[in-house]
């Protein structure tokens, strides 16, 4: 009898737990991907995982509480020791658990109302990560673990020092604040060797068109700089503009720093949580590595995968193809504009540099699988419709397409960008800055005066 008994209680246990375990996985696929809905489903999950010992529990019903009181104490102070590392900014678990975070709650960032957000000056840290084209394809190899130093100044930005002037200022997005390589590899470093001048680097990763507008106006100018470089990057610039009016609307929630520096947002429980949905209840779904990698044969005859976890335009929210008359590149016209009306009241040479996508460059140059739907994705003509843009807002501004000293160094087998990331590699910035500075010389020795007499009235 007492065996039966047994037989009949891990039975009951075994069914009981097994259809609370098919319930949290039904009822966390229900949820989004936000951690705190799944906070009540598996505290209601706990309590019924005691259920059946409530009912069989030989203790009696204060032998019974009491365990009930010592096991849910325990698991209370095990996941409060998780969490003291947090409270005392000693781990970021957002960090530890790789969360998808936006940039102005990452670690050492803060929110900006006009920015959206900065980075905290006079940091010094290291950022680790694998290629960005990995994300989301099985199979797929790193071609090396990423593992930069980042050094900011007063400002937040990528510079060794503080400046008060400079020659020249940069601005751009991810390529030109390059945490892929480092300082000495960037292009603003091998401008200012190739120059003798002072160059200043105002790229920041996630900036778009607008941000980097507004990054001119507050810093830019400021430096008294002879000539600001504009980096224009076809990957996303466009689509940039639809997610900065979509956080410009969300401003009042993301100026709330109570949310960006907060000890829940740094916590174990949350960013636990947010990988186990991630990972195990609503994982991402993933496409073959294989079908999204072509081979590439460098200038030592080695064949090197390189992967297109992307086309030119990256994400979604960019116009369609061809992208030339799109209402969004009128607004890049327009942006530019105004940039170009600031530089001249300030005396600034202002030079538009456009950055092709990776695909862009190495797509004839590879081999792909017969079936891979890389050769299918569409292309066009923007380089040539931005220069045209460009030519419209006067003879005064500059216009650099890198598109053709990137196909060059390509074709001869030049890896200027990283085969499993959509950055430049450090050959990809000392071109750049090749093919930069020719035109910045030749601006940089006219007279400061003859760029201001035919400063426009300001809006």
Not at 231 to 260: M, V, W
Request: charged fraction near 25%; hydrophobic fraction near 40%; aromatic fraction near 10%.
């Amino acid at each position: 009898m007492d065996r039966r008994r047994r037989a009949v209680r891990v039975l009951v246990y075994a069914s009981w737990l097994g259809v609370l375990g098919l319930a949290l996985r039904i009822g966390g696929t229900a949820f989004d991907t936000n951690p705190e809905h799944l906070v009540g489903l598996l505290g209601l999950a706990y309590l019924a995982a005691w259920g059946p010992y409530f009912v069989f529990s030989p203790h009696g019903p204060a032998g019974t509480l009491g365990r009930f009181a010592l096991c849910t104490g325990a698991l209370g102070l095990a996941l409060g020791a998780m969490e003291v590392p947090a409270m005392l900014r000693l781990v970021d678990y957002r960090v530890v658990f790789t969360a998808p975070t936006p940039p102005w709650q990452r670690a050492g960032n803060g929110p900006d109302p006009d920015l959206i957000y900065v980075r905290r000056p006079h940091q010094k840290t290291r950022f680790r990560y694998d290629g960005a084209e990995l994300y989301g394809l099985r199979g797929a190899k790193p071609w090396r673990r990423y593992n930069c130093e980042l050094v900011t100044d007063a400002h937040g930005f990528r510079n060794p020092t503080d400046a008060a002037r400079a020659d020249v200022v940069v601005i751009g997005d991810s390529f030109i604040e390059g945490l892929h390589v480092e300082a000495d590899a960037l292009v603003t470093s091998q401008l200012a060797e190739m120059l003798g001048r002072s160059v200043v680097n105002l790229g920041r990763t996630g900036y778009g068109p607008q941000q980097e507008a507004n990054v001119l106006r507050r810093y830019g100018v400021a430096l008294k700089p002879s000539a600001c470089v504009w980096a224009f990057y076809e990957g996303n610039d466009l689509q940039d503009l639809h997610e900065f009016d979509a956080n410009r609307k969300n401003l009042r929630y993301i100026l709330d720093e109570r949310r960006s520096d907060g000890v829940y947002g740094r916590s174990f429980v949350r960013n636990g949580l947010g990988f186990a949905i991630r990972n195990w209840l609503r994982p991402d779904a993933t496409r073959p590595a294989a079908a999204y990698t072509g081979l590439f044969t460098d200038r030592d005859g080695r064949e090197v995968p390189m992967v297109f976890g992307t086309g030119i335009q990256h994400g979604a929210g960019g116009p369609e193809f061809p992208r030339g008359t799109s209402p969004e590149l009128e607004r890049i016209r327009a942006i530019l504009a105004d940039a170009r009306a600031l530089c001249r009241e300030h005396g600034v040479d202002l030079v538009v540099a456009f950055v092709p996508a990776k695909f862009r460059v190495y797509r004839d140059l590879c081999r792909f699988a017969p079936d891979s739907p890389c050769t299918a994705w569409p292309s066009d003509d923007l380089p040539d419709d931005v220069g045209r843009v460009v030519a419209g807002l006067g003879p005064d501004v500059g216009f650099v397409d890198l598109t053709p000293p990137f196909r060059a160094a390509a074709e001869a087998g030049g890896l200027v960008y990283l085969p499993d990331d959509t950055h430049w590699s450090e050959e990809g910035h000392r071109l750049a800055a090749e093919a930069l500075a020719p035109v910045l010389e030749s601006r940089l020795d006219r007279p400061r005066e003859g760029r201001v007499a035919s400063a426009p009235p300001r809006r």
